[in-house]
């Protein structure tokens, strides 16, 4: 049986304030909690009796067997799926994150307000082997439940980080090359990109900041087909985020 405690605990992580003063944060269904079973430390399994059955050496600091009914009632899902897990969340003890971008491809999200946009640009960054992503302060949570949903697992693999990007990429060596999607940028298919440094992706609704643009090396723009046609007048960022990784990959 699911405490009236236990109850509280997952509720309370549908909010920022208690996921980050807890340093916890709650992942639902088979697919999402297997996926990220391995990488996070579980505190709280509550689980039916046929998915426990099925997983006999699963771990965790407690485990509750529910019924299907508590299961629905502490879920944040409408439709609740055998299993929920409460993680604590991994401590990056990346030395120094500036040198990240030398040696490799990241992604960096600035303002993306969406929670269903972060978790797909984090489910696209693991598909397309980008290990880090970058985040302003003001880019949603990656550890909210609907992100998590959305990463559909992704997060074992992506770590996220938080921080100021305007002084992240001053910081960052000068041959490091920092590229940024704009609607008068050059075509993304003509221009010249490399197997490292930092992509960056900016709000839905009003791009990459000014602040964060300074810092632009490469303005990149993403052609519609045919030519001319008259078109939608912008890709969602997601869906942008998958065009250009693919195509940084297809020449990496």
Not at 61 to 74: H, K, W
Not at 164 to 172: S, T, V
Not at 175 to 189: A, I, K, N, Q, S
Not at 229 to 248: D, G, K, M, P
Request: proline share 6%; net charge negative; glycine share 8%.
């Amino acid at each position: 049986m699911l405490s009236k405690n236990k109850q509280k605990l997952i509720r309370q992580l549908a909010l920022k304030k208690h996921r980050d003063a807890l340093g916890l944060f709650l992942a639902e269904g088979p697919k999402v909690v297997g996926d990220l079973w391995e990488h996070f430390p579980c505190r709280l399994l509550c689980a039916t009796s046929a998915w426990l059955e099925s997983h006999p050496g699963c771990r965790a600091d407690e485990v509750v067997e529910v019924s299907e009914a508590e299961l629905t009632q502490a879920s944040l899902l409408k439709t609740p799926r055998d299993v929920l897990a409460v993680f604590s969340r991994r401590s990056e003890t990346e030395a120094d994150l500036r040198t990240i971008p030398s040696r490799q491809l990241v992604l960096a999200l600035d303002g993306v307000q969406d929670p269903g946009n972060v978790g797909t640009i984090l489910r696209v960054a693991d598909w397309f082997g980008i290990e880090h992503v970058f985040c302003s302060p003001d880019t949603a949570d990656a550890f909210s439940p609907k992100t998590v949903q959305a990463t559909m697992g992704a997060l074992s693999r992506v770590h996220v980080h938080y921080l100021e990007l305007p002084g992240f990429l001053a910081a960052l060596p000068a041959e490091v090359p920092v590229y940024g999607t704009f609607l008068d940028g050059d075509d993304m298919y003509s221009c010249p990109v490399s197997p490292h440094g930092v992509i960056v992706m900016g709000s839905e609704g009003n791009g990459i900041s000014q602040q964060v643009e300074r810092y632009v090396s490469s303005r990149l723009f993403i052609p519609s087909w045919p030519s001319g046609r008259s078109t939608s007048e912008s890709l969602n960022v997601a869906i942008a985020t998958a065009v250009v990784c693919a195509e940084f990959r297809r020449r990496g």
